[in-house]
């Protein structure tokens, strides 16, 4: 079965500009997750879904970070206007059905806002 | 106090010996409890869970959970280089799972 994948694997792009992060989910996984990972912050949850509705979002660190869920086989994660500061890996997450069992999760992006 | 503390390391431990890595949580409510593998470079990877008190035992790691003193651990016995990577300590809050920064491992052959 396939994994959580996640694209791009890297992405650089200036201050600034618009980024989007993508991730398909395990296929029957009800939640969603979205992550981003700092050496000094960790590994930060930023926003989960559950069957494509966003359930929490207290995570997201300011109006400049978005996500949505279209469907089931389909997130995304757009930083617009970026900054150096956002430079991170950014990891998608999913689990079966509840948010509190074990999660599966991607490859990630690393992310360079330069 | 932070939600889930481990201490960050890194643990050096030789080659067949016994790693240890504590982690301590906030929310009495927690009921499920995770550890997380993460090599250098790599996304964290399910290694154990376990959610009643007591030791759950699979190969070489042992998880232990003490809910009363809101502790959580995990063994390593026999431990090898491929061990050598950075643990991840998860407790749920609600329907969502925070996770400790983690403890770098380090075993010396």
């Known amino acids: 079965d396939a994994g959580v994948i996640q694209s791009p694997r890297h992405e650089v792009t200036e201050m600034g500009q618009e980024v989007t992060l993508r991730c398909k989910p395990i296929?029957?996984?009800?939640?969603l997750f979205w992550y981003r990972q700092t050496m000094m912050r960790g590994l930060e949850l930023l926003i989960y879904?559950?069957?494509?509705?966003?359930?929490?979002d207290s995570g997201m660190p300011e109006d400049r970070f978005s996500a949505k869920m279209p469907n089931a086989s389909f997130s995304t994660l757009k930083i617009q206007p970026s900054e150096p500061r956002d430079s991170a890996v950014y990891f998608c997450?999913?689990?079966?059905?509840?948010?509190?069992?074990?999660?599966?999760f991607g490859d990630g992006t690393r992310l360079s806002i330069l | 106090q932070k939600e889930v503390e481990q201490n960050s390391g890194p643990l050096s431990v030789p080659e067949g010996a016994i790693a240890s890595l504590n982690c301590t949580y906030s929310?009495?409510?927690?009921?499920?409890f995770f550890w997380y593998r993460q090599y250098s470079g790599k996304s964290p990877e399910l290694i154990m869970s376990?959610?009643?008190?007591g030791d759950k035992e699979d190969g070489r790691f042992t998880a232990q959970l003490n809910k009363a003193s809101q502790y959580v651990s995990l063994l390593i016995r026999d431990s090898q280089p491929s061990d050598s990577a950075t643990y991840l300590c998860?407790?749920?809050?609600?329907?969502?799972?925070?996770f400790g920064k983690g403890t770098r491992l380090h075993i010396l052959p």
């Open positions: 376990i959610y009643s008190n």
């Open positions: 997450a999913s689990s079966p059905d509840r948010g509190d069992q074990p999660q599966h």
């Open positions: 998860a407790v749920n809050r609600d329907d969502k799972i925070i």
């Open positions: 296929s029957g996984h009800d939640y």
């Open positions: 879904f559950n069957n494509n509705v966003p359930i929490d």
């Open positions: 929310d009495r409510g927690s009921q499920s």
